[in-house]
């Protein structure tokens, strides 16, 4: 076993695709573009980390090995289907050959749009590859340009999943569009490049990560696979997301959180529930933070839940050296406080006034369907109250 620094070790993981994880490896980016076919690649990254040194160093990278430095970043926090038709344009200008997906969820999403559209015929709309049944043969896989993946926040896991979410801007709605070749090739995870997050930055991705853990381990749905490893990203979650936000230079920690996302993202093919179809309503109205939104409406979720998943609740809390349910509640609470998390939806803008559109909105959510408790008009409504 080779360890790099502070004792991070290096290794090559297949599951669910090629994980390339240690620090510094981010100098391997070219020759993992190159592994795929890749002789043009574009970056596609969020506006705030295009100037930083991190992304400079990648382009580096991919320059030295002829690979050129072209560059997308007009991406939202929540992006959208403007973003995407703007990405697609730069990357048919510059007549690339795949894509580097750069950043954090939302550069990881739009860059798999850009991949998975660039190249359909011209009377498929993103929105018919919804995930939904089989919509996703109405794409045609060969025309799907190949992707490697570099996260810099450890939250969404889209860097090991099938899917991108994405905000229709007519409708304000968010929706999962899935592709099974919207899994990156090639994954570097170098929680080097983690380092640099603001501190709510930190906090929100973990979280989400968190959430991802929480809602798999919740679902009632058979994946024992999945089972196992949403409770282990739960306990890594739990020794390491306080510590990354109050030592941002702890590599150790940043790997373990960086891991975390990876496997919840793995493990919410299990399912998700009532807190993602609450939150992505939300942040497609307010422009939220998703993995915020998701952390204050945790707690209400998990009272919602308590009579279906106590005893599940219990043996995860027994693993994670808690106390039964209501320890496992109390570290939620704590965790929030340790983190500034906001205290309620009303907290982070959302009006009274448009919980019937929330509701509506969170019951077309595909998450909703993997929740333990069935979600109605009526709970729903009430449990978004709860997180005013």
């Not at 992304?55 to 939202?76: I, M, N, Y």
């Not at 993997?370 to 005013?388: D, H, I, K, V």
Request: charged content about 20%; some cysteine.
């Amino acid at each position: 076993m080779s360890v790099d620094k502070q004792g991070v070790p290096d290794r090559n993981w297949s599951y669910p695709t090629a994980i390339k994880f240690g620090v510094g490896r981010i100098a391997e980016l070219a020759d993992h573009a190159k592994s795929v076919g890749m002789k043009k690649p574009l970056l596609v990254t969020d506006k705030a980390l295009a100037s930083l040194p991190i992304t400079a160093q990648a382009l580096d990278v991919l320059e030295a090995a002829g690979l050129g430095r072209a560059v997308f970043s007009e991406v939202d926090p929540n992006p959208n289907d403007k973003n995407m038709a703007e990405g697609i344009a730069v990357y048919k200008a510059g007549n690339h050959d795949g894509v580097i997906l750069f950043g954090g969820g939302s550069a990881l999403d739009l860059g798999k749009m850009i991949a998975l559209m660039a190249h359909q015929r011209a009377d498929l709309s993103v929105w018919d590859l919804e995930d939904i049944d089989d919509w996703f043969t109405r794409a045609d896989a060969d025309k799907i340009a190949p992707m490697v993946a570099v996260p810099t926040t450890a939250g969404t896991g889209s860097e090991v999943g099938r899917a991108g979410v994405l905000t229709n801007l007519a409708t304000h709605k968010k929706k999962i569009i899935f592709h099974p070749k919207l899994l990156p090739a090639v994954t570097i995870c170098d929680p080097a490049l983690t380092v640099g997050m603001p501190k709510f930055i930190t906090a929100g991705t973990g979280m989400d990560a968190l959430a991802h853990c929480l809602e798999a381990y919740s679902s009632p749905f058979y994946h024992p696979m999945s089972q196992g490893i949403a409770l282990e990203g739960l306990r890594l979650v739990r020794e390491n997301l306080v510590t990354v936000y109050n030592e941002p230079g702890n590599l150790m920690a940043r790997g373990h959180m960086m891991s975390a996302a990876a496997m919840g993202a793995v493990a919410f093919q299990k399912g998700l529930g009532a807190i993602h179809s609450l939150s992505h309503p939300v942040g497609a109205v307010y422009g939220t933070h998703h993995g915020t939104t998701n952390a204050v409406v945790m707690p209400m979720v998990l009272d919602f839940n308590r009579p279906v998943i106590e005893d599940r609740i219990n043996a995860a809390s027994a693993y994670l050296g808690l106390k039964g349910f209501d320890g496992f509640r109390a570290w939620i609470m704590e965790l929030r406080e340790q983190l500034s998390i906001p205290a309620s939806l009303t907290a982070m803008g959302v009006e009274a006034s448009r919980l019937d559109e929330l509701t509506e909105m969170a019951l077309e959510d595909p998450s909703c369907g993997g929740n333990p408790t069935l979600m109605t008009r009526e709970n729903t409504r009430a449990l978004y109250q709860a997180c005013m």
